[in-house]
Nanobody
Framework: EVQLQASGGGLVQAGGSLRLSCTIS????????IGWFRQAPGKEREGVSC??????YYLDSVKGRFTISSDNAKSMVYLQMNSLKPEDTAVYYC??????????????????WGQGTQVTVSS
């Protein structure tokens, strides 16, 4: 059974930092894409970043502020978020895609999802 669990969200002031963690079980990293998505109230879920075969991909609005990384030995994927802005406020999800070529930005591209973790950035 594939399971993903996101954690690390919280309340932070604008300009602050948070590190999200995604614990993954039941699926390896080889050939797979792990992505981070977010969904703000009243908005569609959007892809923020993904990692596949050691390559990182980012949504334009988070480039230079967010960093995705993986620890294969621990089956963990992280999203370091710096210089946070109020518009980064959302529920953040991690997801795994077992087929296709990265980058993947569509929710339909992903087969497995974790529960979300709330990130709130105050101004």
């Amino acid at each position: 059974e594939v399971q993903l669990q996101a954690s690390g969200g919280g309340l932070v002031q604008a300009g602050g930092s948070l590190r999200l963690s995604c614990t993954i079980s039941g699926i390896g990293f080889d050939g797979n894409t792990i992505g981070w998505f977010r969904q703000a109230p009243g908005k569609e879920r959007e892809g923020v970043s993904c990692i596949s075969q050691g390559k990182q991909y980012y949504l334009d609005s988070v480039k230079g502020r967010f960093t995705i990384s993986s620890d294969n030995a621990k089956s963990m994927v992280y999203l370091q978020m710096n210089s946070l802005k109020p518009e980064d406020t959302a529920v953040y999800y991690c997801a795994a895609a077992s087929q296709g070529v990265a980058p993947k930005w569509e929710t339909d591209d992903y087969d497995f999802w974790g529960q979300g973790t709330q990130v709130t950035v105050s101004s």
